[in-house]
């Protein structure tokens, strides 16, 4: 990121001047790329659908025609398409929106004038604290935009419902009831998605966090059954040929396929010490709505000789198609695969047949 970018940072003469005719604002450019440079750090918003907004609230229009609109044509009878009462089927468009509403979220941080004094970048210092405070922001909105719950008590996370909750609660759910990540999970979920949406079967993506993609590599390895038999062997062949990246353990990162569907790596995906969640859609179900308009204001306050900055930015979240996305939560972080007696005795997964709604009082 160059000095431009954060010109209104270090720039005394217009940040934190209520008289300036900008008054803390980036400008258009400034702002664009400050957004490119937060989502550097991240991991689901490089493949989620972003939409730069220039108002809190947009609605974002939506359009479907249903399912089986054709109907058998009857010669000579063009009227009875629909039955013998002469009723005409016609075909319409459905229209709706998805509202996309951005909170207001705040960052505050100070600089000593010692520290500017003493430090051996000298005066660049500035500049550099402001890149880290804007990689950190970039995690923390990353972080709310998936485990946001308005019911929390996290001073950030209840700014509002991120994806993890918008799923639960709108999406198709199964539980694990704690068994780990094997292929049986990626079963269920597969198995819980509406059949419609598997025609873009290639364009579907498995998200899951850094602890659960290392259990499903763990099971694959230790898994010498009939069913993983020769797996090992193919993700190493996979990544020699480059069709499979290497799992350096970056945010990001495409891990092995599960049947035929890459599995990518969201470290800040909700997970406990016991139990993690595994997310199958389209990347751009996701929608991160951003505005524009980001302010940066410096203050150097003389009774703290300290120069204070204060940084306001609105985001929001919302999925657009909650039917095309499945949730899998409950799962067991342990790096131990689900055996077939543990599933036969303990119904370690639940049938697709038992997907529904999410209610907040079963989820652990």
């Not at 989620?48 to 058998?72: F, P």
């Not at 909750?165 to 979920?189: C, H, P, R, T």
């Not at 873009?200 to 850094?210: D, E, I, W, Y």
Request: charged content about 20%; overall charge negative; aromatic content about 8%.
């Amino acid at each position: 990121m160059s000095n431009e970018l954060l010109q209104k940072v270090i720039d005394t003469t217009d940040m934190g001047n209520s008289t300036s005719s900008n008054n803390g604002l980036l400008y258009p450019e400034q702002a664009g790329r400050f957004i490119d440079y937060m989502w550097d750090a991240t991991a689901l918003t490089k493949v989620a659908r972003t939409i730069r907004m220039k108002s809190d609230t947009v609605d974002i229009d939506k359009v479907n025609v249903g399912q089986r609109i054709l109907r058998a044509a009857t010669q000579a009878q063009p009227r009875q398409y629909d039955g013998a009462d002469g009723s005409i089927y016609n075909a319409a468009a459905y229209f709706s929106k998805v509202s996309l509403t951005t909170k207001k979220l705040r960052l505050d941080w100070e600089l000593s004038s010692e520290t500017l004094e003493d430090n051996i970048e000298g005066t660049d210092l500035e500049d550099h604290i402001a890149r880290m405070m804007a990689t950190q922001a970039g995690n923390d909105v990353e972080d709310l935009l998936l485990s946001g719950d308005s019911t929390s008590s996290d001073a950030l996370l209840q700014a509002f419902d991120g994806f993890s909750k918008l799923a639960k609660v709108g999406g198709n759910v199964v539980n694990a009831y704690g068994g780990g990540l094997e292929l049986g999970v990626f079963n269920q979920a597969i198995k819980a998605l509406p059949r419609r949406y598997k025609q873009r079967r290639n364009q579907l993506r498995f998200f899951t966090s850094s602890n659960l993609v290392q259990d499903y590599l763990f099971n694959l390895a230790k898994n010498t059954g009939a069913q993983n038999l020769g797996t090992p062997f193919d993700i190493s062949s996979g990544v020699i040929r480059g069709d499979v990246a290497a799992n350096d353990g970056a945010g990001g990162v495409m891990t092995p396929f599960a049947f035929g569907i890459p599995v990518i790596n969201v470290p800040l995906l909700p997970e406990s010490a016991t139990t993690g969640e595994l997310h199958l859609t389209f990347p751009q179900n996701f929608i991160v709505g951003i505005k524009r308009d980001i302010t940066v204001y410096r203050t150097f306050i003389p009774k703290k000789d300290s120069i204070e900055y204060t940084l306001y930015i609105r985001v929001g979240c919302a999925i657009e198609n909650l039917d095309a996305h499945v949730v899998v939560h409950n799962i067991g972080i342990g790096g131990t695969a689900v055996t077939s007696s543990q599933t036969s005795t303990s119904g370690a997964l639940s049938s697709p047949t038992s997907v529904t709604k999410w209610k907040q009082s079963s989820v652990v």
